[in-house]
């Protein structure tokens, strides 16, 4: 946590905390999950957030799953894609966050992630993910992060596309998947 956001005494802020959540596991991985909404009661704002963002990123680290590379669907032939599923990456991580936030937590966090991306907007969408041994966080257009709610919902490739193409008429499918596959997303796939 980056301790110069709290304002007041943060001595008795994180006190506080630890009396109302105590640690239930001997594994500090284990701990903290609630803290972000411990800091938004309190009205730390921005604290909240950073500590979000790093939850975040802890979490895709933890969970993080073999992905599998893209000449494993070159085989399948496109009448099939209306019953092709993916699986994405259990490591993967869908934010949205307040750009003057986000812009915040990049500030202190240049040796700790990769950023990718230029199209901020006032609320960016992220992709957090590990490749190897780092972290890529990815600033990616909204309709982006609306395909990977889908395939995360088990939408096939037929549905992703026409859904996503409803909201943004310049999605391109194929971009979408080297995407993907470029940033370790896709762990499996099958057909329903």
């Known amino acids: 946590m980056r301790f110069k956001y709290l304002k007041g005494d943060a001595r008795k802020l994180l006190h506080n905390f630890i009396c109302e959540f105590p640690s239930t596991s001997p594994n500090l991985d284990d701990y903290g999950d609630e803290f972000p909404r411990y800091l938004t009661d309190n009205n730390f704002l921005l604290a909240a957030k950073l500590a979000e963002i790093d939850l975040e990123i802890f979490t895709s680290f933890k969970n993080s799953e073999k992905p599998i590379s893209a000449s494993g669907l070159a085989h399948i032939a496109p009448e099939d894609f209306d019953r092709l599923t993916l699986k994405l990456n259990a490591a993967l991580r869908l934010i949205r966050v307040r750009a003057q936030d986000f812009e915040v937590w990049e500030g202190l966090s240049k040796d700790f992630a ?12 992220l992709t957090i993910s590990p490749v190897e041994d780092q972290i890529i966080i990815n600033i990616v257009p909204a309709s982006y992060h609306e395909a990977l709610a889908l395939v995360k919902n088990q939408n096939n490739l037929l549905e992703i596309a026409a859904k996503t193409l409803a909201t943004d008429s310049n999605f391109n ?9 470029k940033n370790n997303l896709i762990t499996g796939f099958k057909f329903k």
């Open 114 to 125: 990769i950023v990718k991306g230029h199209s901020r907007g006032a609320q960016p969408y």
């Open 173 to 181: 499918l194929s971009e979408f998947l080297t995407f993907c596959f």
